[in-house]
């Protein structure tokens, strides 16, 4: 099996940009950009609060909604926390999960983002979750290790037909807005450890089968390189999300 046996799929992370009114014309914007633009499936995650805007702006289009956190939890004293069902109901289908500003500035362990994996996936939602190596342990050469691990820790006890709802981001920390890119090499080198991990866990089938995005500021400039490479299933896109124009370049790229 090869890269047909999964889906490309592009996915913008808006991070904490956008009001509702920005959200709701980038996300028209972007649609009229990719229209019939099906060899990928195109994601855009926004701010919890540009849901609403974002769910009526894309409907009828291609482009799906997603959020970037979800609680594990399905309601109770969590202040400040959105849970799986009220992500659905207002027609969210995707999640990031373990996002490394995550866990980099709100505390979040392989631990929490196995259970809010858990949580969305019980939910019915798809998880784009996240793993990747600091600069630090690359530069100690254990990058295969910790994400090895990472993947271990965040998909323990999730079962193999779950995994058709798993997207795996790997992105690298030190590529993440910092405008330092893997090159397509280190991408390459690092989504095929991933996928050797998965077909360890689940088998070759699903591992074969499970789409590996890699992430770390992928650009209109770069994406069609990254893209081609046979273990790079998709990119998940900061920055050059935030422009139509450019997010729907990586679009194009990813057509072939
Ligand atoms: C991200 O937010 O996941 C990301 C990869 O950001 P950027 O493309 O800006 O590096």
């Not at 889906?7 to 009001?19: D, E, L, Q, S």
């Not at 994400?147 to 995994?163: E, N, R, W, Y």
């Not at 709802?165 to 991933?194: D, K, M």
Request: with cysteine; proline share 2%; net charge negative.
């Amino acid at each position: 099996m090869n890269k047909a046996t999964r889906k490309t799929i592009i996915a913008g992370n808006w991070k904490m940009n956008m009001t509702p009114s920005a959200a709701e014309a980038a996300v028209k914007e972007t649609a009229a950009l990719v229209a019939g633009k099906d060899g990928c499936e195109t994601v855009l995650c926004v701010p919890f609060v540009d849901i609403h805007a974002a769910v009526a702006a894309a409907k009828g289009t291609n482009v799906k909604i997603g959020a970037q956190n979800v609680h594990f939890e399905a309601k109770g004293a969590f202040t400040g926390e959105i849970a799986a069902d009220m992500l659905l109901e207002c027609g969210v289908e995707y999640v990031i999960i373990g996002h490394s500003e995550r866990r980099q500035y709100f505390g979040e362990t392989d631990e929490t983002v196995n259970k809010r994996t858990k949580a969305a996936l019980a939910a019915g939602l798809k998880v784009i979750l996240c793993l990747g190596e600091v600069l630090e342990e690359r530069q100690a050469g254990i990058t295969a290790e910790i994400v090895s691990m990472q993947t271990k820790l965040d998909l323990a006890g999730i079962s193999a037909d779950d995994m058709k709802n798993v997207i795996i981001a790997y992105e690298p920390v030190w590529a993440i807005g910092t405008g330092l890119t893997a090159t397509p090499e280190q991408a390459e080198e690092v989504c095929a450890i991933i996928r050797g991990v998965l077909a360890d866990l689940y088998g070759d089938t699903v591992a074969q089968a499970t789409t590996i995005q890699y992430g770390g500021s992928m650009n209109d400039g770069n994406a069609a390189e990254l893209l081609a490479k046979v273990n790079v299933d998709g990119g998940l896109i900061g920055g050059a999300s935030l422009v139509p124009a450019k997010f729907a370049k990586i679009v194009d790229a990813a057509q072939a």
